[in-house]
């Protein structure tokens, strides 16, 4: 928690978090992670985890993954034998191959490598279902990339240090890797059209132009949700409404896209000429 600033933590907001996470849908398919040999996390594994087993804290990463990884960790320890979080796996304690994320011991006895990552991303104006064409809102991240490294960094880890005897000597060795990827996605307003390979139920929203959003936001009373908690798609109830004109004032002096959330579900609002 030392890695980002973090902000303050009303029980409230972690226990509707808590309640997401119990059946968060994964971005991709099963298929699509068994076709490149490893396990998907299945909806559900959380169902046990309940607000008490997490600890009471005043504080959270603001950074978004970072609070996820906190809230992850806490959760796969409620259920599960948690044996390392986030070790950084060097060879000779000098070149750093990466970051493990998890490791853990289920309920059968096995031992399972799990990678997670929490990710948001906001279709391309043409139509796109490649998955190069979804892009995060800071354009720092796409979607292809994503899967890139999972499938050939993060999800490899383990095998790469212990080939490069840099395996920790005090770890036992994985019998499964296993990857947790949720999140959600937001087409053009204008459009429905989703990646390939994504699960048909992920959580979708939309994402509109800030020139657009007098139109598109009269139907509805609408709060600006801040990080960290973009988790729960019912953490817009914590926030005050904005005003259509409040949200775009924000978002042309930002210059950076911003969250907005209802009863009708999420989208962001983007600075004029962000695509």
Not at 131 to 141: H, K, Q, T, V
Not at 178 to 205: C, I, M, N, Q, W
């Given at each position: 928690m030392m890695r980002s600033v973090a902000v303050p933590a009303p029980r409230e907001r972690i226990d509707e978090d808590v309640c997401w996470l119990r059946n968060a849908v994964p971005l991709m398919t099963e298929t699509y992670w068994h076709?490149?040999?490893y396990d998907r996390v299945e909806p559900h594994w959380a169902h046990e985890v309940m607000p008490r087993h997490l600890p009471t804290v005043q504080e959270v990463p603001r950074a978004v993954g970072r609070y996820f990884e906190w809230l992850h960790m806490h959760s796969l320890g409620s259920v599960s034998t948690l044996i390392e979080v986030?070790?950084?796996l060097r060879v000779s304690g000098a070149t750093t191959l990466g970051e493990l994320d998890?490791?853990?011991?289920?309920?059968?006895g096995r031992l399972v490598h799990r990678e997670i990552a929490i990710k948001y991303y906001l279709g391309?104006?043409?139509p796109s279902s490649a998955p190069r064409d979804w892009i995060g809102p800071r354009r720092r991240d796409r979607l292809d990339l994503k899967l890139d490294r999972l499938v050939n960094h993060q999800l490899t880890l383990p095998i790469r240090a212990f080939k490069?005897?840099?395996w920790p000597k005090e770890l036992p060795f994985p019998d499964v890797h296993e990857v947790l990827l949720l999140g959600a996605l937001f087409p053009h307003f204008l459009s429905e059209r989703l990646p390939d390979d994504v699960e048909p139920s992920v959580e979708t929203g939309f994402w509109c132009e800030s020139q657009d959003w007098f139109e598109l936001s009269r139907a509805r009373a609408w709060a600006v949700i801040p990080k960290p908690w973009w988790l729960s798609p019912t953490q817009y109830k914590f926030e005050r409404e904005r005003a259509a004109a409040d949200v775009v004032s924000m978002v042309e002096q930002m210059q950076q896209p911003v969250m907005v959330g209802s009863m009708g579900g999420r989208g962001f609002v983007v600075p004029n000429g962000w695509e």
């Amino acid at each position: 928690m030392m890695r980002s600033v973090a902000v303050p933590a009303p029980r409230e907001r972690i226990d509707e978090d808590v309640c997401w996470l119990r059946n968060a849908v994964p971005l991709m398919t099963e298929t699509y992670w068994h076709q490149r040999g490893y396990d998907r996390v299945e909806p559900h594994w959380a169902h046990e985890v309940m607000p008490r087993h997490l600890p009471t804290v005043q504080e959270v990463p603001r950074a978004v993954g970072r609070y996820f990884e906190w809230l992850h960790m806490h959760s796969l320890g409620s259920v599960s034998t948690l044996i390392e979080v986030q070790r950084v796996l060097r060879v000779s304690g000098a070149t750093t191959l990466g970051e493990l994320d998890s490791l853990y011991r289920d309920r059968n006895g096995r031992l399972v490598h799990r990678e997670i990552a929490i990710k948001y991303y906001l279709g391309s104006l043409t139509p796109s279902s490649a998955p190069r064409d979804w892009i995060g809102p800071r354009r720092r991240d796409r979607l292809d990339l994503k899967l890139d490294r999972l499938v050939n960094h993060q999800l490899t880890l383990p095998i790469r240090a212990f080939k490069r005897e840099a395996w920790p000597k005090e770890l036992p060795f994985p019998d499964v890797h296993e990857v947790l990827l949720l999140g959600a996605l937001f087409p053009h307003f204008l459009s429905e059209r989703l990646p390939d390979d994504v699960e048909p139920s992920v959580e979708t929203g939309f994402w509109c132009e800030s020139q657009d959003w007098f139109e598109l936001s009269r139907a509805r009373a609408w709060a600006v949700i801040p990080k960290p908690w973009w988790l729960s798609p019912t953490q817009y109830k914590f926030e005050r409404e904005r005003a259509a004109a409040d949200v775009v004032s924000m978002v042309e002096q930002m210059q950076q896209p911003v969250m907005v959330g209802s009863m009708g579900g999420r989208g962001f609002v983007v600075p004029n000429g962000w695509e």
